[in-house]
């Protein structure tokens, strides 16, 4: 019923800037928790970071907190990820997702999102 489309992702160098964009179709989540995972090759997917349906709350995994900034419009059913100061070893795979279960708790277990997008590849030279 919701399907989440990508974009945004490609090559940087080192320190250099990407903004993630995921755009929602179907059924609505302006009343839904988003969030961002990424996932390296040999690692687990791991959270990034996450807002609430007012946008009022949001949540970033401690390596990223000062660098990368979640926002949402709810009218335009988009939520985006801003990552600046990117380092190689943030190379990976970036999914959004929803948990339409929270409407104000930001979880950060992959296992309590319910719709995922397809991932897109960002990739951090050195």
């Known amino acids: 019923q919701v399907q989440l489309v990508e974009s945004g992702g490609g090559l940087v160098q080192a320190g250099g800037s990407l903004r993630l964009s995921c755009a929602a179709s179907g059924r609505t989540f302006s009343r839904y928790v988003m969030g961002w995972f990424r996932q390296a090759p040999g690692r687990e997917r791991e959270f990034v970071a996450g807002?609430?349906?007012?946008?009022?709350?949001?949540r970033y995994a401690d390596s990223v907190k000062g660098r990368f900034t979640i926002s949402r419009d709810n009218i335009k059913n988009t939520v985006w990820l801003q990552m600046s100061g990117l380092r190689p070893e943030e190379t990976a795979v970036y999914y959004c997702a929803v948990d339409a279960g929270n409407t104000e708790q930001v979880v950060t277990t992959a296992g309590l999102y319910d719709y995922w997008g397809q991932g897109t590849q960002v990739t951090v030279s050195s």
């Open positions: 807002i609430n349906w007012s946008g009022d709350t949001t």
